[in-house]
């Protein structure tokens, strides 16, 4: 009896322990599933390595649900072996009791002890363990509820992590179409840097064609003036001619230096048309309509930031105008007067001092004279000034070609006055007449050999800037437009071809 009392209480202790343990776990596991669920789901594009993590943790903890149902089901099979045997030996030993108590009975009624009174019975075991089994089979009964609640957390959860894996494949998909897109915009920054390039490259070599082109015209300038100062020493040896007796020697020296400056004239002129036909090229080299495409997609990328850069240059332009009216008010009356000044040097080859030089104080003439710039530096500089303006606004353009047609009109009214002052020269005799008309016949068709080929050069630079402009204006400001307009570069770049 007390072996089977000791055995009982044991069953019973073990049973207490594994049920405070398995309860201690399902309320960690309660709270770990709690504190789960109040977490926020990972956002779609989380890293991978996190969704992995999340999938292992809920895998650990379903094997360990799985293993607490088999180990619980193990204890209950237990339990059920232990109550069959200790009701089997309950009855034996509740059997045994009986018989020992009649036993027991016997030789006391034999005796007769009235003043005696009946021993206290022993409270019947059998009570006991019936109690003890509807115990147990209420823990079987919560242990079975607890194993349904924690199979419906184990669909739970694995309907959360199908969930978390076809979030992660959405996630894959847009990281795809992500990097699809980048590599898109990447090609097609290449492409908007490699029309950038020849861009840039067709503006150098236009602003290298436009620095020739103004070394051209301060020789073309200087070749003037020396022509000019030529014909009035032809006109002075015509003069002489004519009060000689023998003029045919002078005047053969004249045609031969007339026929020299001719060759001079006819060289320059077929260098100016070479050059004419290199800029021709030049510009007939289009671009493929691939590449204006590509710089299309590219440029409409980049307008925003286009509209952006324009606004900010205009906002300078606007302060640069303001800064130059208030601190140059004379600008204007310094560019006429350095006109002027060219004018005159042109007409009578007199090296002046630029309009805003001073000679300062303790300088003699020497010093004065070796700062002097010849005529043709004095032109060059004149000319890069109005030209930087005429880029600036087009009220500036249109003054440069009021300039240019000024100084055509000079030199003609300076032909028409040397033509009309050739009869108030002396009267020559009749014997000279004929010679002093041939030479005069020669000095004026030299003299509009090179008007002419002043007017040809003025056309040349007319041209120049023509295809100069355009090419600064679409490697600057007009980027933006060509969205509208795909073939206006073509138009701008090809169309003065």
């Given at each position: 009896m007390t072996w089977a009392g000791e055995g009982v209480g044991q069953l019973e202790a073990i049973l207490e322990s594994e049920s405070s343990e398995e309860e201690e776990e399902e309320e960690e596991d309660d709270e770990e599933e709690e504190s789960a669920m109040v977490q926020q789901h990972p956002p779609v594009g989380q890293e991978v390595g996190e969704a992995e993590e999340r999938l292992a943790e809920l895998e650990q903890a379903s094997q360990a649900l799985l293993a607490e149902l088999s180990a619980l089901e193990t204890e209950f099979e237990i339990e059920r072996t232990c109550r069959q045997r200790a009701e089997a030996y309950a009855a034996q030993v509740k059997q045994e009791n009986k018989q020992l108590k009649r036993l027991s009975l016997a030789p006391m009624a034999s005796l007769a002890l009235p003043e005696e009174e009946p021993p206290e019975e022993d409270p019947d075991p059998a009570q006991c363990y019936r109690q003890q089994l509807e115990d147990l089979q209420e823990k079987i009964s919560w242990l079975l509820e607890q194993r349904k609640d924690l199979t419906i957390q184990v669909q739970e959860l694995q309907k959360q992590n199908q969930d978390l894996k076809d979030q992660l494949e959405t996630g894959q998909e847009e990281r795809q179409r992500l990097r699809a897109a980048l590599g898109t915009s990447q090609r097609a920054l290449k492409s908007f840097k490699r029309v950038s390039q020849i861009v840039t490259q067709d503006y150098c070599d236009a602003m290298q064609q436009l620095e020739l082109e103004q070394d051209l015209r301060l020789h073309a300038e200087s070749f003037a003036h020396e022509m000019l100062m030529q014909k009035k020493e032809a006109n002075r040896q015509s003069t002489i001619l004519l009060q000689t007796s023998e003029p045919s020697a002078q005047l053969l020296a004249a045609l031969q230096e007339v026929g020299r400056l001719t060759r001079v004239l006819e060289e320059s002129r077929q260098q100016q048309q070479q050059q004419v036909k290199e800029l021709e090229e030049q510009l007939g080299r289009r671009p493929e309509p691939e590449e204006l495409d590509m710089a299309q997609a590219a440029l409409a990328a980049a307008e925003d930031e286009k509209l952006q850069l324009r606004k900010r240059l205009?906002?300078?332009?606007?302060?640069?105008?303001?800064?130059?009216?208030?601190?140059?008010?004379?600008?204007?009356?310094?560019?006429?007067?350095?006109?002027?000044?060219?004018?005159?040097?042109?007409?009578?080859?007199?090296?002046?001092?630029?309009?805003?030089?001073?000679?300062?104080?303790?300088?003699?003439?020497?010093?004065?004279?070796?700062?002097?710039r010849s005529a043709a530096m004095e032109l060059q500089v004149i000319l890069g000034a109005t030209r930087r303006v005429s880029r600036r606004t087009s009220g500036r353009k249109s003054s440069l070609k009021g300039r240019d047609r000024q100084l055509e009109a000079i030199l003609q009214r300076r032909r028409r006055a040397v033509d009309t002052s050739a009869p108030a020269l002396p009267a020559p005799t009749q014997q000279d007449h004929g010679d002093a008309g041939a030479v005069g016949r020669l000095d004026t068709a030299h003299f509009k050999g090179v008007s002419s080929a002043l007017r040809q050069f003025f056309t040349y630079s007319s041209k120049v800037n023509s295809f100069v402009q355009p090419s600064f204006e679409l490697a600057h400001h007009n980027f933006s437009n060509t969205q509208q307009d795909p073939w206006r570069c073509w138009n701008i770049l090809g169309g003065r071809g």
């Open positions: 205009q906002e300078a332009e606007g302060r640069l105008v303001k800064l130059e009216e208030e601190g140059k008010p004379e600008a204007d009356d310094a560019k006429a007067r350095a006109v002027q000044e060219m004018m005159e040097r042109i007409k009578n080859g007199v090296v002046l001092r630029p309009a805003k030089e001073r000679v300062p104080l303790g300088q003699g003439p020497a010093a004065a004279a070796s700062k002097r």
